[in-house]
Protein backbone atom coordinates (compact mmCIF):
# COMPACT_ATOMS: atom_id res chain seq x y z
CA UNK A 1 0.00 0.00 0.00
CA UNK A 2 2.60 2.30 0.78
CA UNK A 3 4.69 1.67 -2.79
CA UNK A 4 1.51 2.12 -4.40
CA UNK A 5 1.36 5.74 -2.31
CA UNK A 6 4.71 6.11 -3.19
CA UNK A 7 4.04 5.57 -6.79
CA UNK A 8 1.13 8.06 -7.53
CA UNK A 9 2.69 10.65 -5.68
CA UNK A 10 6.07 10.50 -7.56
CA UNK A 11 3.75 10.58 -10.69
CA UNK A 12 2.00 13.85 -9.42
CA UNK A 13 5.33 15.19 -8.88
CA UNK A 14 6.82 14.34 -12.60
CA UNK A 15 3.36 15.82 -13.93
CA UNK A 16 2.92 12.52 -15.86
CA UNK A 17 -0.30 10.80 -16.31
CA UNK A 18 -0.70 7.33 -14.85
CA UNK A 19 -0.68 4.10 -16.67
CA UNK A 20 -3.83 2.88 -18.09
CA UNK A 21 -4.29 -0.57 -19.17
CA UNK A 22 -5.19 -1.01 -22.56
CA UNK A 23 -8.14 -3.24 -22.38
CA UNK A 24 -9.63 -0.17 -19.74
CA UNK A 25 -8.80 2.80 -21.58
CA UNK A 26 -11.59 4.89 -23.33
CA UNK A 27 -9.82 4.28 -26.64
CA UNK A 28 -10.67 0.55 -26.15
CA UNK A 29 -13.66 0.82 -25.05
CA UNK A 30 -15.15 3.01 -27.73
CA UNK A 31 -13.44 0.46 -30.49
CA UNK A 32 -15.07 -2.58 -29.13
CA UNK A 33 -18.48 -0.59 -28.33
CA UNK A 34 -18.37 0.49 -31.97
CA UNK A 35 -17.89 -3.00 -33.41
CA UNK A 36 -20.40 -4.54 -31.07
CA UNK A 37 -23.14 -1.54 -32.08
CA UNK A 38 -22.40 -1.86 -36.16
CA UNK A 39 -22.67 -5.68 -36.19
CA UNK A 40 -25.67 -5.57 -34.32
CA UNK A 41 -27.39 -2.49 -36.89
CA UNK A 42 -26.07 -5.33 -39.36
CA UNK A 43 -27.58 -8.30 -38.06
CA UNK A 44 -30.83 -6.12 -38.34
CA UNK A 45 -29.86 -6.60 -42.13
CA UNK A 46 -28.74 -10.01 -42.23
CA UNK A 47 -31.71 -11.31 -41.44
CA UNK A 48 -34.18 -9.77 -43.81
CA UNK A 49 -31.28 -10.77 -46.37
CA UNK A 50 -30.85 -14.41 -46.12
CA UNK A 51 -34.58 -14.73 -46.26
CA UNK A 52 -34.94 -12.74 -48.98
CA UNK A 53 -32.04 -14.73 -50.92
CA UNK A 54 -34.27 -17.93 -49.91
CA UNK A 55 -36.87 -16.77 -51.77
CA UNK A 56 -35.28 -15.62 -54.34
CA UNK A 57 -33.76 -19.36 -55.76
CA UNK A 58 -37.34 -20.96 -54.70
CA UNK A 59 -38.24 -18.24 -56.81
CA UNK A 60 -35.65 -19.36 -59.85
CA UNK A 61 -36.45 -22.78 -59.57
CA UNK A 62 -39.72 -22.75 -60.12
CA UNK A 63 -39.25 -20.05 -63.06
CA UNK A 64 -37.24 -23.26 -64.54
CA UNK A 65 -39.33 -25.60 -64.21
CA UNK A 66 -42.57 -23.33 -65.09
CA UNK A 67 -40.31 -23.47 -68.83
CA UNK A 68 -39.65 -27.18 -68.54
CA UNK A 69 -43.63 -27.21 -68.18
CA UNK A 70 -44.73 -24.85 -70.81
CA UNK A 71 -42.70 -27.20 -73.11
CA UNK A 72 -44.04 -30.44 -72.00
CA UNK A 73 -47.77 -28.96 -72.28
CA UNK A 74 -47.26 -27.92 -76.30
CA UNK A 75 -46.49 -31.17 -77.00
CA UNK A 76 -47.93 -34.76 -74.86
CA UNK A 77 -45.67 -35.15 -71.18
CA UNK A 78 -47.96 -38.70 -71.22
CA UNK A 79 -45.11 -39.96 -73.70
CA UNK A 80 -42.11 -39.03 -72.35
CA UNK A 81 -40.14 -41.92 -71.06
CA UNK A 82 -38.65 -42.58 -67.80
CA UNK A 83 -35.05 -41.75 -68.85
CA UNK A 84 -36.31 -38.19 -70.22
CA UNK A 85 -38.37 -37.54 -67.07
CA UNK A 86 -35.34 -38.54 -64.81
CA UNK A 87 -32.77 -35.62 -67.32
CA UNK A 88 -35.74 -33.46 -66.73
CA UNK A 89 -35.93 -33.40 -63.15
CA UNK A 90 -31.95 -33.84 -63.16
CA UNK A 91 -31.32 -30.71 -65.07
CA UNK A 92 -34.06 -28.41 -63.52
CA UNK A 93 -33.21 -30.19 -59.69
CA UNK A 94 -36.70 -30.67 -58.79
CA UNK A 95 -38.46 -34.04 -58.10
CA UNK A 96 -41.83 -33.02 -59.74
CA UNK A 97 -42.92 -30.44 -61.85
CA UNK A 98 -46.88 -30.36 -61.53
CA UNK A 99 -49.61 -27.01 -63.19
CA UNK A 100 -52.52 -26.07 -62.17
CA UNK A 101 -55.29 -24.17 -64.47
CA UNK A 102 -58.63 -23.80 -63.76
CA UNK A 103 -58.81 -25.47 -60.72
CA UNK A 104 -57.57 -28.73 -62.25
CA UNK A 105 -53.91 -29.69 -61.36
CA UNK A 106 -51.94 -31.75 -63.89
CA UNK A 107 -48.93 -33.77 -63.15
CA UNK A 108 -46.40 -33.35 -65.84
CA UNK A 109 -43.04 -34.84 -64.47
CA UNK A 110 -42.20 -36.87 -61.12
CA UNK A 111 -39.61 -39.00 -59.79
CA UNK A 112 -40.35 -43.00 -59.85
CA UNK A 113 -41.63 -42.55 -56.26
CA UNK A 114 -43.79 -39.53 -55.36
CA UNK A 115 -41.84 -37.80 -52.81
CA UNK A 116 -43.61 -36.67 -49.36
CA UNK A 117 -43.99 -33.17 -48.35
CA UNK A 118 -42.10 -31.59 -45.42
CA UNK A 119 -42.96 -27.92 -46.11
CA UNK A 120 -44.93 -25.61 -48.57
CA UNK A 121 -43.87 -22.31 -49.65
CA UNK A 122 -46.85 -20.63 -51.27
CA UNK A 123 -44.83 -17.51 -53.47
CA UNK A 124 -47.70 -15.79 -54.51
CA UNK A 125 -48.50 -15.25 -50.40
CA UNK A 126 -45.58 -15.17 -48.55
CA UNK A 127 -44.91 -12.36 -45.98
CA UNK A 128 -42.30 -11.48 -44.29
CA UNK A 129 -42.20 -12.95 -41.20
CA UNK A 130 -43.20 -16.18 -42.92
CA UNK A 131 -40.34 -15.67 -45.43
CA UNK A 132 -37.84 -15.31 -42.37
CA UNK A 133 -39.49 -18.94 -40.39
CA UNK A 134 -39.53 -20.81 -43.74
CA UNK A 135 -35.67 -19.59 -45.05
CA UNK A 136 -34.34 -20.01 -41.23
CA UNK A 137 -36.30 -23.44 -40.61
CA UNK A 138 -34.35 -24.79 -43.80
CA UNK A 139 -30.98 -23.35 -42.55
CA UNK A 140 -30.86 -25.09 -38.81
CA UNK A 141 -33.05 -27.79 -39.86
CA UNK A 142 -33.23 -28.67 -43.06
CA UNK A 143 -30.98 -31.16 -45.78
CA UNK A 144 -32.60 -34.19 -45.80
CA UNK A 145 -36.68 -32.99 -46.12
CA UNK A 146 -38.40 -32.23 -49.21
CA UNK A 147 -39.94 -28.70 -50.27
CA UNK A 148 -43.23 -27.99 -52.19
CA UNK A 149 -42.99 -24.84 -54.01
CA UNK A 150 -45.65 -23.06 -56.04
CA UNK A 151 -47.27 -20.10 -57.73
CA UNK A 152 -47.83 -17.48 -60.61
CA UNK A 153 -45.16 -16.45 -62.82
CA UNK A 154 -45.73 -13.29 -65.11
CA UNK A 155 -49.47 -13.01 -65.64
CA UNK A 156 -49.66 -16.59 -67.10
CA UNK A 157 -53.16 -17.55 -65.10
CA UNK A 158 -51.09 -20.99 -64.28
CA UNK A 159 -49.93 -21.73 -61.26
CA UNK A 160 -46.65 -23.72 -61.15
CA UNK A 161 -45.75 -26.64 -58.57
CA UNK A 162 -42.56 -27.97 -58.09
CA UNK A 163 -41.23 -30.25 -55.15
CA UNK A 164 -37.50 -29.83 -54.83
CA UNK A 165 -35.36 -31.28 -51.80
CA UNK A 166 -34.07 -28.46 -49.58
CA UNK A 167 -30.09 -29.98 -49.34
CA UNK A 168 -28.85 -27.57 -52.27
CA UNK A 169 -31.30 -24.53 -51.14
CA UNK A 170 -29.60 -24.75 -47.44
CA UNK A 171 -26.12 -25.37 -48.92
CA UNK A 172 -26.76 -21.66 -50.99
CA UNK A 173 -27.94 -20.35 -48.04
CA UNK A 174 -25.05 -21.74 -45.89
CA UNK A 175 -22.74 -19.95 -48.54
CA UNK A 176 -24.57 -16.54 -48.54
CA UNK A 177 -24.31 -16.63 -44.83
CA UNK A 178 -21.26 -16.98 -44.78
CA UNK A 179 -20.30 -14.62 -46.87
CA UNK A 180 -22.82 -11.77 -45.79
CA UNK A 181 -21.29 -12.44 -42.27
CA UNK A 182 -17.84 -12.04 -43.54
CA UNK A 183 -18.92 -8.57 -44.89
CA UNK A 184 -20.70 -7.20 -42.37
CA UNK A 185 -17.71 -7.86 -39.71
CA UNK A 186 -15.52 -6.38 -42.23
CA UNK A 187 -17.84 -3.65 -42.34
CA UNK A 188 -17.94 -3.26 -39.27
CA UNK A 189 -14.20 -3.13 -38.47
CA UNK A 190 -14.19 -0.31 -41.20
CA UNK A 191 -16.75 1.83 -39.93
CA UNK A 192 -15.62 1.29 -36.56
CA UNK A 193 -12.49 2.04 -37.25
CA UNK A 194 -13.06 5.19 -39.11
CA UNK A 195 -15.59 6.22 -36.56
CA UNK A 196 -12.82 5.45 -33.49
CA UNK A 197 -10.55 7.71 -35.36
CA UNK A 198 -12.75 10.45 -35.77
CA UNK A 199 -14.29 10.63 -31.74
CA UNK A 200 -10.68 10.13 -30.67
CA UNK A 201 -9.45 12.72 -32.54
CA UNK A 202 -12.62 15.24 -31.70
CA UNK A 203 -12.80 13.72 -28.03
CA UNK A 204 -10.67 11.93 -26.87
CA UNK A 205 -7.32 13.13 -27.55
CA UNK A 206 -8.59 16.65 -26.37
CA UNK A 207 -9.85 14.91 -23.04
CA UNK A 208 -6.28 13.16 -22.67
CA UNK A 209 -4.48 16.83 -23.30
CA UNK A 210 -6.52 18.17 -20.61
CA UNK A 211 -5.36 16.04 -17.97
CA UNK A 212 -1.81 15.66 -18.77
CA UNK A 213 -2.16 19.26 -18.41
CA UNK A 214 -3.85 19.62 -15.01
CA UNK A 215 -0.93 16.93 -13.68
CA UNK A 216 1.99 19.11 -15.49
CA UNK A 217 0.12 22.13 -14.10
CA UNK A 218 -0.29 20.44 -10.77
CA UNK A 219 3.01 19.42 -10.29
CA UNK A 220 4.65 22.98 -11.16
CA UNK A 221 1.86 25.87 -11.18
CA UNK A 222 4.29 28.75 -11.24
CA UNK A 223 5.44 27.50 -14.09
CA UNK A 224 3.03 29.68 -16.82
CA UNK A 225 4.65 27.44 -20.28
CA UNK A 226 2.09 25.02 -18.42
CA UNK A 227 -0.92 26.81 -18.90
CA UNK A 228 -2.93 24.57 -21.83
CA UNK A 229 -3.22 26.26 -25.08
CA UNK A 230 -6.96 26.21 -25.53
CA UNK A 231 -7.57 25.35 -29.46
CA UNK A 232 -9.86 27.60 -31.61
CA UNK A 233 -13.27 25.25 -31.04
CA UNK A 234 -16.82 26.31 -30.51
CA UNK A 235 -17.88 23.22 -29.02
CA UNK A 236 -18.07 21.72 -25.32
CA UNK A 237 -14.02 21.01 -25.46
CA UNK A 238 -13.35 24.38 -26.88
CA UNK A 239 -15.28 25.61 -24.09
CA UNK A 240 -13.81 23.29 -21.14
CA UNK A 241 -10.19 23.87 -22.84
CA UNK A 242 -10.71 27.55 -22.41
CA UNK A 243 -12.33 27.61 -18.61
CA UNK A 244 -9.38 25.34 -17.61
CA UNK A 245 -6.98 27.82 -19.28
CA UNK A 246 -8.79 30.42 -17.52
CA UNK A 247 -8.37 28.70 -14.15
CA UNK A 248 -4.95 27.80 -14.41
CA UNK A 249 -4.43 31.98 -15.28
CA UNK A 250 -5.88 32.89 -12.17
CA UNK A 251 -4.15 30.18 -9.78
CA UNK A 252 -0.99 31.14 -11.40
CA UNK A 253 -1.15 35.02 -10.54
CA UNK A 254 -2.55 34.22 -7.50
CA UNK A 255 0.35 32.26 -6.56
CA UNK A 256 2.40 34.85 -7.91
CA UNK A 257 0.80 37.57 -5.76
CA UNK A 258 1.13 35.17 -2.62
CA UNK A 259 4.68 34.71 -3.53
CA UNK A 260 5.36 38.03 -3.76
CA UNK A 261 4.09 39.07 -0.52
CA UNK A 262 5.88 36.32 1.20
CA UNK A 263 9.07 38.05 -0.07
CA UNK A 264 7.97 41.36 1.07
CA UNK A 265 7.15 39.85 4.30
CA UNK A 266 11.09 38.22 4.58
CA UNK A 267 12.15 41.86 3.12
CA UNK A 268 9.94 43.92 5.84
CA UNK A 269 10.82 41.40 8.71
CA UNK A 270 14.68 41.98 8.16
CA UNK A 271 14.41 46.12 7.91
CA UNK A 272 11.76 45.81 10.95
CA UNK A 273 14.91 44.39 13.40
CA UNK A 274 17.17 47.30 12.69
CA UNK A 275 14.36 49.86 12.44
CA UNK A 276 12.90 48.70 15.27
CA UNK A 277 16.41 49.69 17.72
CA UNK A 278 16.61 53.00 15.70
CA UNK A 279 13.01 53.58 16.82
CA UNK A 280 13.82 53.00 20.56
CA UNK A 281 16.58 54.96 20.66
CA UNK A 282 14.46 57.96 18.94
CA UNK A 283 11.85 56.79 21.74
CA UNK A 284 14.10 57.70 24.75
CA UNK A 285 15.70 61.30 22.82
CA UNK A 286 11.66 62.05 23.18
CA UNK A 287 11.55 61.51 26.68
CA UNK A 288 14.16 63.68 27.20
CA UNK A 289 12.47 66.77 24.83
CA UNK A 290 9.61 66.41 27.49
CA UNK A 291 11.92 67.82 29.69
CA UNK A 292 12.66 70.93 28.23
CA UNK A 293 11.32 74.18 29.17
CA UNK A 294 10.89 75.50 25.80
CA UNK A 295 7.14 76.03 24.80
CA UNK A 296 7.12 75.08 21.40
CA UNK A 297 8.79 72.07 22.65
CA UNK A 298 6.30 71.10 25.44
CA UNK A 299 3.75 71.40 22.70
CA UNK A 300 5.12 69.11 19.96
CA UNK A 301 6.08 66.42 22.17
CA UNK A 302 3.35 64.96 23.14
CA UNK A 303 2.40 64.12 19.15
CA UNK A 304 5.94 63.06 18.55
CA UNK A 305 6.07 60.69 21.24
CA UNK A 306 2.32 59.18 20.31
CA UNK A 307 3.99 59.08 17.16
CA UNK A 308 6.90 56.86 18.14
CA UNK A 309 4.83 55.01 19.95
CA UNK A 310 2.86 54.18 16.76
CA UNK A 311 5.77 53.53 14.98
CA UNK A 312 7.14 51.07 17.34
CA UNK A 313 3.73 49.20 17.65
CA UNK A 314 3.48 48.95 13.95
CA UNK A 315 6.86 47.79 13.54
CA UNK A 316 6.54 45.03 16.12
CA UNK A 317 3.15 44.22 14.57
CA UNK A 318 5.00 43.34 10.89
CA UNK A 319 6.47 39.93 11.85
CA UNK A 320 2.39 39.10 13.00
CA UNK A 321 0.71 40.61 10.26
CA UNK A 322 3.30 38.38 8.14
CA UNK A 323 2.49 35.37 9.86
CA UNK A 324 -1.05 35.24 10.58
CA UNK A 325 -3.93 37.87 10.33
CA UNK A 326 -4.69 40.99 11.81
CA UNK A 327 -5.44 41.31 15.15
CA UNK A 328 -9.28 41.28 16.28
CA UNK A 329 -10.01 44.92 16.90
CA UNK A 330 -10.05 46.05 20.37
CA UNK A 331 -13.13 48.70 20.26
CA UNK A 332 -13.23 51.42 22.66
CA UNK A 333 -15.52 54.66 22.32
CA UNK A 334 -13.42 57.24 20.76
CA UNK A 335 -14.04 61.01 19.84
CA UNK A 336 -13.33 60.87 15.76
CA UNK A 337 -12.92 64.58 15.73
CA UNK A 338 -9.66 63.99 18.33
CA UNK A 339 -8.32 60.90 16.17
CA UNK A 340 -8.96 63.00 12.37
CA UNK A 341 -6.81 65.77 14.25
CA UNK A 342 -4.08 63.25 15.33
CA UNK A 343 -3.80 62.69 11.33
CA UNK A 344 -3.47 66.17 10.55
CA UNK A 345 -0.43 66.19 12.40
CA UNK A 346 1.03 62.79 11.83
CA UNK A 347 0.48 63.41 7.91
CA UNK A 348 2.87 66.98 8.53
CA UNK A 349 1.70 68.87 5.33
CA UNK A 350 3.87 71.00 4.09
CA UNK A 351 2.03 73.95 3.24
CA UNK A 352 4.70 74.69 0.36
CA UNK A 353 3.02 72.15 -1.43
CA UNK A 354 -0.56 74.28 -1.29
CA UNK A 355 -2.38 71.28 0.43
CA UNK A 356 -5.18 72.17 2.89
CA UNK A 357 -6.65 70.06 5.30
CA UNK A 358 -10.27 69.87 6.90
CA UNK A 359 -11.26 68.26 9.38
CA UNK A 360 -14.99 68.41 9.22
CA UNK A 361 -16.32 65.87 11.94
CA UNK A 362 -18.76 67.16 14.24
CA UNK A 363 -16.55 67.20 18.02
CA UNK A 364 -19.33 65.53 19.42
CA UNK A 365 -19.47 62.58 17.31
CA UNK A 366 -18.26 59.52 19.03
CA UNK A 367 -17.43 55.74 17.18
CA UNK A 368 -16.73 52.43 18.62
CA UNK A 369 -13.60 51.35 16.98
CA UNK A 370 -10.13 50.27 17.80
CA UNK A 371 -8.17 53.46 17.88
CA UNK A 372 -4.64 51.87 16.10
CA UNK A 373 -6.75 50.63 13.29
CA UNK A 374 -8.92 53.36 12.35
CA UNK A 375 -6.36 55.40 12.51
CA UNK A 376 -3.94 53.08 9.99
CA UNK A 377 -7.32 53.37 7.47
CA UNK A 378 -7.62 56.87 7.45
CA UNK A 379 -3.81 57.69 7.15
CA UNK A 380 -3.61 55.38 4.13
CA UNK A 381 -6.84 56.74 2.22
CA UNK A 382 -5.27 60.48 3.48
CA UNK A 383 -1.77 59.61 2.36
CA UNK A 384 -2.76 58.06 -0.91
CA UNK A 385 -4.51 61.73 -1.48
CA UNK A 386 -1.67 64.35 -0.61
CA UNK A 387 0.87 62.30 -2.93
CA UNK A 388 -1.85 62.21 -5.99
CA UNK A 389 -2.51 66.12 -5.38
CA UNK A 390 1.06 66.74 -4.31
CA UNK A 391 2.23 65.39 -7.91
CA UNK A 392 0.35 68.04 -10.10
CA UNK A 393 2.69 70.81 -10.83
CA UNK A 394 -0.38 73.55 -11.59
CA UNK A 395 -0.13 75.89 -8.92
CA UNK A 396 -3.90 76.92 -9.69
CA UNK A 397 -5.19 73.72 -8.22
CA UNK A 398 -7.10 73.66 -5.86
CA UNK A 399 -5.33 70.80 -3.26
CA UNK A 400 -7.90 70.34 0.03
CA UNK A 401 -8.37 67.04 1.71
CA UNK A 402 -11.22 66.84 3.63
CA UNK A 403 -12.17 63.78 6.20
CA UNK A 404 -16.49 64.30 7.15
CA UNK A 405 -18.62 61.99 8.99
CA UNK A 406 -22.12 61.17 10.26
CA UNK A 407 -24.51 59.09 11.87
CA UNK A 408 -27.40 56.34 10.29
CA UNK A 409 -28.52 54.72 12.68
CA UNK A 410 -26.53 52.48 14.08
CA UNK A 411 -23.53 52.76 12.29
CA UNK A 412 -20.87 55.99 11.52
CA UNK A 413 -20.07 56.80 7.54
CA UNK A 414 -16.73 58.14 7.43
CA UNK A 415 -15.97 60.27 4.16
CA UNK A 416 -12.44 60.71 2.77
CA UNK A 417 -12.59 63.27 0.03
CA UNK A 418 -9.94 65.18 -2.09
CA UNK A 419 -9.86 67.28 -5.05
CA UNK A 420 -6.89 65.31 -7.16
CA UNK A 421 -6.74 64.29 -10.51
CA UNK A 422 -9.11 61.06 -9.91
CA UNK A 423 -8.09 57.02 -9.78
CA UNK A 424 -7.17 56.02 -12.84
CA UNK A 425 -9.31 52.65 -14.96
CA UNK A 426 -6.90 50.07 -13.60
CA UNK A 427 -6.79 51.17 -10.03
CA UNK A 428 -10.56 51.18 -10.22
CA UNK A 429 -11.17 47.58 -11.54
CA UNK A 430 -8.46 46.23 -9.23
CA UNK A 431 -9.35 48.55 -6.20
CA UNK A 432 -8.18 46.52 -2.98
CA UNK A 433 -6.58 44.12 -4.35
CA UNK A 434 -2.51 44.07 -3.17
CA UNK A 435 0.22 44.61 -6.24
CA UNK A 436 -3.20 45.65 -8.75
CA UNK A 437 -5.10 48.02 -7.50
CA UNK A 438 -2.37 50.98 -6.77
CA UNK A 439 -4.12 54.70 -6.79
CA UNK A 440 -0.79 56.29 -8.49
CA UNK A 441 2.05 54.69 -10.58
CA UNK A 442 4.31 52.62 -9.06
CA UNK A 443 2.28 52.42 -5.94
CA UNK A 444 1.49 48.37 -3.96
CA UNK A 445 -1.93 48.96 -3.64
CA UNK A 446 -1.05 47.53 -0.33
CA UNK A 447 -2.11 50.61 1.34
CA UNK A 448 -6.03 49.86 0.37
CA UNK A 449 -5.81 46.16 0.75
CA UNK A 450 -4.92 46.61 4.32
CA UNK A 451 -7.15 49.30 4.72
CA UNK A 452 -10.15 46.95 3.57
CA UNK A 453 -9.07 43.90 5.68
CA UNK A 454 -9.27 46.45 8.85
CA UNK A 455 -12.36 47.86 8.37
CA UNK A 456 -14.19 44.12 7.77
CA UNK A 457 -12.43 43.11 10.86
CA UNK A 458 -14.98 45.93 12.66
CA UNK A 459 -17.88 44.24 9.92
CA UNK A 460 -18.12 47.52 8.17
CA UNK A 461 -17.50 48.20 4.96
CA UNK A 462 -15.14 50.74 2.37
CA UNK A 463 -15.73 51.36 -1.02
CA UNK A 464 -15.23 54.57 -3.52
CA UNK A 465 -18.18 56.34 -4.13
CA UNK A 466 -16.92 58.78 -6.86
CA UNK A 467 -13.58 59.09 -8.41
CA UNK A 468 -13.63 61.78 -10.96
CA UNK A 469 -10.98 64.44 -12.06
CA UNK A 470 -11.38 67.23 -9.06
CA UNK A 471 -13.41 64.64 -7.17
CA UNK A 472 -12.42 61.43 -5.38
CA UNK A 473 -14.40 60.14 -2.36
CA UNK A 474 -14.00 56.79 -0.25
CA UNK A 475 -16.56 55.71 2.29
CA UNK A 476 -15.84 53.78 5.13
CA UNK A 477 -19.08 52.50 7.19
CA UNK A 478 -18.48 51.30 10.99
CA UNK A 479 -21.51 49.53 12.43
CA UNK A 480 -21.92 50.09 16.28
CA UNK A 481 -20.27 47.64 18.51
CA UNK A 482 -23.64 47.04 20.60
CA UNK A 483 -26.85 47.30 20.28
CA UNK A 484 -27.35 51.00 21.49
CA UNK A 485 -26.53 54.15 20.02
CA UNK A 486 -22.77 55.29 20.94
CA UNK A 487 -23.71 58.34 21.74
CA UNK A 488 -26.19 57.67 24.26
CA UNK A 489 -29.30 57.46 22.72
CA UNK A 490 -31.62 54.05 22.59
Known amino acids: MADKTRQEGGERETGTAPAVPLTRGLSTKLLLLTILFVMAAEVLIFIPSVANFGLQWMEQRLRSAALVAIVLLEGDPDRLSREASNDILMTTGVSAIAVRD ?8 VSQVPPAVDMHADLDNIGPLQAIAKTFGTLFFGGDRMLRIFGSIGSSPKQYEIIVPDRELRAALLVYARNVALLSLVISLITATLVFYAINRIMIRPIRMMTQSMLAFGAAPEDAARIIQPEDRSDEIGIAERELAAMQKTLYRTLGERKRLADLGLAVSKINHDMRNMLSSAQLMSDRLTQSVDPTVQSLAPRLVRTLDRAVSYTQGVLEYGRTQEAPPKRRRLRLNQLVEDLRATLAIDSANGVEFVNAVDPGLEIEADAEQLFRVLANLARNAVEAMSAEK ?9 ISAHREERSVEILVSDTGPGLPPKARENLFTAFR ?5 GGTGLGLAIAQELVRAHGGEISLKESRSGH ?4 ILIPDA ?9
Not at 437 to 441: E, K, P, V, W
Not at 482 to 490: E, I, L, M, P, T
Request: hydrophobic share 35%; charged share 20%; net charge positive.
Open 482 to 490: NDHDVNGAS
Open 437 to 441: GGARS
Open 472 to 475: TVFS
Open 102 to 109: GGTSRLLV
Open 394 to 402: DTALVRRLT
